[in-house]
């Protein structure tokens, strides 16, 4: 059996990001239902938000579903006491160190991942006793690594490197793109964008539209004196490189982000000023589907690709 | 038939990049005996040199090779004399506009490919009749393209873009990572890292050494402000970093980088002061080897990864 369907209980080895903004229970329990794994994204939620999320998708979904959480976040402490409260099962954990929860988390019987964009991250994140290791490329939308290691070579070297179930994430939308990264040693896959554009993503339409009119080239990795962000090349992103022009200290970089300016473009769909967080695979995604449709289609393109390969050489 | 080995009646789809300092006749003659296809790498050779590359390609294989030739390079109407002079058969280009030479080269029997960084240069290049692409993503040594789209994500793109034969380029140096540029949708693969690292390689011993014992996040693509390069972060970063925390010039920047940098490092071996270029996927290879050797391995390696895939889920 495959190790991430075997480790979740899931159907297919298919997860849905945990993304701010975008993954709120509606799409998680749409993608669980499908015989993915879907997570919500605690990441832009205050406490009692978190809380009523976890509840609806309880309510929504009787298989397996995780929460994301960006371990640098302020009110950490409180998350954790709200996962372990409402008997979440299973959490991914990402920004920070995995040493800090892996630990207490398990004790309590839940499944913990951590997401890494190098592979000496990859190593201490088995060493924290992680139960599988999310891998994602310098393509992926959002915050991203300083090592700028593409999904193509950061997954095999980081597959050489650790024994426990593996999960490649950044550039992946299709059912190739699936199959392309379990070909590299990936157990299964994590897709954002994809599933940005689906109907029960959180995001504003404007927001999703704009993900689906995207082209090759419209994002980039920026901010990095701050945290390197991946997003869209709008007219916040020109006005910081017209700030950049001018040698700018992280203070003013910071103050020219400000507060919320990632909810104000994918939540609120301020397409203009508003951060627009996507990735490179944006450009290939063409419409918004329902999620449980998105899951069907990958895993009909999955099975189609290994049915389509090339023979030996 | 496979579309890339009909197009230059060769025996696999795998073609050895026409790289500056280190793909001479001795490289690109063993990779093409061995199956492949050899290029000579003619932007580090002066028109004597590339003459003398030629001619010994010619003596030392019956098997099809060919010439990478940057087109922005000063001296350029001259090599182009060369190639038609000595009946080149097969011609790769890249850094510059496809339309300038292509039906020329095409007039005489040649056949061209471009390479290309993005959709919009696929397109082009496919407008002025290329008989194939390679598309090159941001994992890949050496010059790049400004996009920064990776090769998982670009190859996608422009495979539906196009309907010549694509080729990926950058972060390949193994049959599964070859493999799973073909799921992608690539009819076959160009390598440079990988036979930088051989034994014909004309990369100083030592400079093969560095690149064997690479790790994940040790390459850098920088002096966007001139052309984007990948390399190793070596002292001759480090001394590039120092200048970019002064917000230098574009002329500041050429300063330091000096002529002949590339030369000094990759050929020279000079490990300090000199240009490293080298792709992502360094961290990956661990010894140097014949060529012959390298063709077999990616060979072998793929057949095997297309037996352990895993099933239909």
Not at 47 to 61: K, N
Not at 189 to 209: D, I, N, T
Not at 291 to 307: F, G, R, S, W
């Amino acid at each position: 059996m495959n190790r991430v369907c075997a480790l979740f209980q899931i159907k297919y080895p298919i997860i849905q990001g945990g993304m701010v903004w975008n993954s709120g229970w509606r799409l998680a329990s749409a993608v669980s239902n499908a015989g993915g794994l879907g997570l919500i994204g605690a990441g832009s939620m205050y406490p009692d938000v978190l809380r009523t999320h976890i509840a609806r998708c309880q309510e929504a979904t009787d298989q397996p579903f995780g929460v994301n959480v960006p371990l640098l976040y302020p009110n950490i402490e409180e998350i954790m006491d709200i996962i372990l409260e409402m008997n979440v099962k299973i959490v991914f954990t990402s920004a920070g160190n995995p040493r800090l929860y892996t630990g207490r988390l398990k004790e309590k019987g839940i499944t913990v991942v951590h997401v890494v964009s190098s592979v000496a991250f990859a190593q201490k994140a088995e060493q924290a006793g992680v139960d599988a290791i999310v891998a994602e490329g310098f393509e992926a939308g959002g915050h991203n690594g300083r090592e700028e290691t593409t999904t193509l070579t950061l997954i095999p070297m980081v597959n050489r490197s650790i024994s426990c179930p593996l999960i490649a994430a950044g550039g992946i939308a299709t059912g190739s793109g699936m199959l392309a990264a379990m070909v590299l040693g990936a157990d299964g896959v994590q897709l954002g964008s994809r599933f940005v554009a689906s109907l029960e993503s959180s995001a504003h339409q404007l927001f999703k539209e704009k993900v689906v009119s995207a082209k090759e080239g419209d994002t980039v990795l920026t901010l990095k004196e701050l945290a390197p962000v991946r997003l869209m090349k709008n007219k916040f992103y020109q006005d910081l490189e017209a700030l950049y022009q001018q040698n700018p200290s992280k203070e003013e970089l910071q103050q020219l982000l400000g507060r919320a300016r990632a909810k104000r473009g994918m939540f609120e769909g301020d397409l203009i000023d508003g951060e627009l967080e996507i990735g490179q695979i944006s450009g290939l995604i063409d419409n918004i589907r329902p999620a449980a449709e998105i899951v069907a289609d990958l895993v009909k393109e999955y099975n189609m690709a290994l049915e389509e390969l090339p023979g030996v050489i």
